[in-house]
């Protein structure tokens, strides 16, 4: 299993990313996966989920609204699309596989090295 996170880097308050998951190693269209992140000096935080289809997602209730998660099966590629960023967004972000009959804000069985996401003026 290989989950490789791209698109992380600095922007200012109000500004947009998105990060990309490149997943291998597995089948990919058959897995429910999560963004997580951890913050500078804190616990890591559940984002955003979304399962095997693509059709149903979930959020964290801090980016209800701002971040949209989405995933093309055809690429075995994962995204995050984040809006409307904000300062306490500044965290380290991994995409994480979920196993079945798990709490998917909590357990992962494999995820990646992450990328740095820096929001500042």
């Known amino acids: 299993v290989q989950l490789v996170e791209s698109g992380g880097g600095m922007v200012q308050p109000g500004g947009s990313l998105t990060l990309s998951c490149v997943a291998s190693?597995?089948?990919?269209?058959?897995?429910?996966m999560s963004w997580f992140r951890q913050p500078p000096g804190k616990w890591p935080e559940w984002v955003a989920h979304?399962?095997?289809?693509?059709?149903?997602?979930d959020y964290a209730d801090g980016v209800r609204g701002r971040f949209t998660i989405s995933r093309d099966n055809a690429k075995n590629t994962l995204y995050l699309q984040m809006n409307a960023l904000k300062e306490e967004d500044t965290a380290r972000y991994y995409c994480?596989?979920?196993?079945?009959?798990?709490?998917?804000?909590?357990?992962?069985?494999?995820w990646g090295q992450g990328t740095n996401v820096t929001v500042s003026s």
């Open positions: 979304i399962k095997s289809a693509g059709r149903d997602t």
């Open positions: 994480a596989r979920v196993p079945s009959d798990v709490d998917y804000r909590l357990q992962y069985d494999d």
């Open positions: 190693g597995f089948a990919f269209n058959t897995y429910a």
